[in-house]
């Protein structure tokens, strides 16, 4: 039972950040990202599983294999942007985890471009 | 790789605080100041294998290279 073991790392991973926080902070923030990364690799193999099942049922649809690529793409750098982001906020650089979350927006708007370029079209072709 | 490594950055943490107190109590601040990085550095080395394989992992499962 996977959650109970990461319910486990989460708990006492906040109980060291809390020890931590008062002396030196940097390592808490550490403790942080260490228990994030630990947390996700756990649930790596279950998410790989998943997200090539969804594949499978992509491509038995035949959506064109850009438009789920790309859908995945955007999740992983949502996932990614949002872990960066948290990271910061916990060490209480508001301003930074802003600034990486809008970076992350212009990156997933800049990868739909093509989705929505080709949605247009489409419309497009369907108006009379 | 594991939950060991979180306690192992936690005994670190709390060794350098330990450590820092004991040098500013005898009056060395600045040896206080070099423990302290010198655990922070040490936990960074720790930090960075992880950092990399999660980096690692979400790229080949969101096929982002």
Do not use: H
């Not at chain 2, 939950?3 to 600045?30: H, M, P």
């Not at chain 2, 960074?44 to 992880?50: G, T």
């Amino acid at each position: 039972m996977e959650i109970i073991q990461i319910i486990g790392v989460g708990l006492v991973s906040t109980l060291i950040m809390l020890i931590l926080r008062k002396q030196n902070p940097e390592i808490a923030v550490l403790v942080g990202m260490a228990a994030g990364a630990f947390i996700f690799l756990l649930i790596a193999a279950k998410l790989s599983a998943v997200v090539d099942q969804l594949e499978e049922y992509a491509a038995r649809a035949d959506i064109r294999p850009m438009y789920f690529t790309s859908v995945l793409k955007i999740t992983g750098i949502a996932y990614i942007a949002e872990f960066g982001a948290e990271i910061c906020r916990d060490a209480g650089e508001e301003a930074i985890a802003s600034k990486i979350e809008m970076a992350g927006k212009v990156i997933i708007i800049a990868m739909a471009i093509p989705i929505i370029t080709s949605l247009l079209d489409l419309v497009l072709k369907i108006m009379p | 790789m594991g939950v060991d490594l979180i306690f192992r950055i936690a005994a670190i943490g709390i060794l350098v605080t330990v450590l820092n107190q004991l040098l500013i109590r005898s009056g060395r601040e600045e040896q206080a100041m070099m423990t302290t990085l010198a655990g922070l550095i040490v936990v960074l080395l720790i930090i960075v294998r992880e950092i990399a394989a999660l980096f690692d992992t979400v790229k080949t499962i969101f096929r982002l290279n």
